[in-house]
């Protein structure tokens, strides 16, 4: 009777596929990680969303592009004027959802018509830094919000 076994070099060859395999699987779960996250930040914008919509300003989505420097406001009526800021289509992979801008850092903004400053507001922003070097501010009438 003849003894079946692998030789080593057909074991080293299993183990080198198993381990590619694995590399693929961990690459894909990444990518579905990063996606997942996002939707959960998603989730959590719109719930913010939801619970203030009575005392809601401005929704500015950006799905459109600004129209002679106006972009609409999806919630109310205080239309945002842009300066400088370029939009980026949703067909880009660029934004995270829809529409976005781009903002070169030095004298880009979009002011809403309305904004009712001197009282207390809550701004929420989604923002895409394309360095995570030096300071990104958003400010509100010259006064810092986040840093």
Same mark, same amino acid.
């Given at each position: 009777?003849?003894? !079946? ?17 694995? /590399? ?5 779960? $990444?990518?579905?990680?990063? !996606?997942?996250?996002?939707? !959960?930040?998603?989730? &959590?914008? @719109? ?5 203030? #919509? ?5 929704? #500015? ?18 239309? /945002? ?9 949703? @067909?880009?992979?660029? =934004?995270?959802? /829809?529409? =976005? ?15 009712? &400053? /001197?009282?207390?507001? $809550?701004? @929420?922003? #989604? ?8 300071? !990104?501010?958003?400010? =509100? ?7």
């Amino acid at each position: 009777m003849k003894n !079946k076994s692998f030789t080593l070099i057909e074991l080293l060859v299993v183990i080198v596929i198993i381990g590619i395999l694995a /590399g693929v699987i961990v690459m894909t779960t $990444t990518s579905y990680i990063e !996606k997942a996250n996002l939707a !959960k930040a998603q989730a &959590f914008s @719109s719930n913010v969303s939801n619970r203030l #919509w009575n005392d809601l300003v401005s929704e #500015w989505t950006f799905d459109l592009p600004a129209v002679e420097g106006v972009t609409e406001d999806t919630g109310g009526s205080n239309d /945002g004027t842009v300066v400088g800021a370029t939009h980026i289509p949703r @067909s880009s992979d660029q =934004c995270v959802y /829809g529409g =976005c801008y781009s903002f070169d850092g030095v004298n880009d903004y979009i002011i809403g018509n309305n904004v009712p &400053f /001197g009282q207390e507001i $809550t701004v @929420s922003v #989604w923002a895409k830094p394309s360095t995570l070097s030096g300071t !990104k501010t958003i400010v =509100c009438e010259n006064a810092p919000l986040y840093t």
